[in-house]
């Protein structure tokens, strides 16, 4: 099935004014995020009532995710922790893992943290940089793979035997299986041809990701092999998407009108001095979410 002949879902507005939105979460109720450009943390309900909850570290390329005992992780230059008097403080020592700066993390169902980095990379120049660093539930930080072209979201399976990741650069979804020690192994491709950021798995074991890369501004729910099932035309690049809600059938998707025509500096001044483009929208999901974030 081509994205062209799947089914096309609606998407309607439930909070704006944002820089650009990532790394959702449906967390006690509400969905949270990061706010890039703004240094918050922001959690909004179905309503759309939203609260900044905590305050971010600057600029963008950082993510959120919970531990099992509820404490609040935090990327960017390393990984932190939010302590409850609002303060980040270092949760681990990733200068083992030999890149500047992470952006992705997903924590699975055993406590083991993955963190992604090396982001910065020309497709044309050599290697991927990209890795998967692993802080696992004992505290000890290796990296678990390498050559990522550009990492991006992640997503294990509620069994947490697979972990996927999506290449941005590469245009695919990339599958690892999940060892006891939490190390990965049999990379393959999960789904190829589509503009995969950040990423969320729902109950029949699809993908929610973008489809078609930036320039078609859509959002497919894809089945492992790269049949697209669903999809939802967002009006913007979208960079991350969440199921949620009461049942688990809300689809999340943060979305900015980021321009690939543009350079990267351009479009950050662009969105931080406003208007602010950026958005959380919602549309009905055939499946509830599942497994990790």
């Known amino acids: 099935m081509s994205p062209q002949d799947s089914s096309l879902l609606e998407a309607k507005p439930l909070l704006t004014g944002l820089v650009i939105g990532e790394s959702p979460r449906w967390h006690e109720g509400r969905l ?38 509820g404490r609040l992780l935090v990327t960017g ?8 008097d609002g303060s980040l403080v270092a949760h681990a020592d990733l200068s083992a893992l030999g890149v500047d700066g992470f952006n992705e993390i997903v924590v699975d169902g055993r406590g083991n943290v993955y963190v992604n980095g090396g982001v910065t990379f020309k497709p044309d120049e050599g290697e991927a940089p990209g890795i998967i ?50 190390s990965l192994s049999n990379r393959r491709v999960w789904a190829d041809g589509v503009g995969p950021d950040g990423i969320c798995i729902d109950a029949e074991s699809a ?55 543009e350079g990267f500096a351009d479009n950050i001044a662009r969105l931080t001095q406003g208007p602010r483009t950026g958005q959380v929208l919602s549309a009905p999901a055939p499946a509830p979410g599942a497994g990790w974030p």
């Open 133 to 182: 660093g692993l802080v696992a539930a004992d505290g000890s930080v290796r990296r678990v793979a390498d050559a990522i072209a550009f990492p991006n979201g992640m997503a294990v399976t509620p069994d947490n035997s697979t972990l996927i990741i999506a290449e941005s650069f590469a245009g695919r979804l990339t599958a690892f299986d999940i060892a006891d020690d939490g």
């Open 32 to 69: 949270w995020f990061a706010n890039w450009g703004a240094e918050e943390i922001v959690a909004v309900d179905l309503r759309g009532n939203a609260e900044v909850v905590a305050k971010g570290p600057p600029g963008l390329g950082w993510s959120i995710d919970w531990l099992p005992d």
């Open 77 to 84: 230059e390393g990984l932190k922790r939010l302590e409850p």
């Open 207 to 261: 993908i929610w990701t973008g489809v078609g890369g930036f320039g078609d501004n859509l959002v497919g729910r894809v089945r492992d092999g790269g049949e697209v099932l669903e999809q939802v035309h967002v009006g913007m690049p979208c960079f991350a998407c969440m199921l949620g809600g009461e049942d688990g059938r809300t689809l999340f998707m943060l979305a900015a009108d980021w321009r690939m025509s």
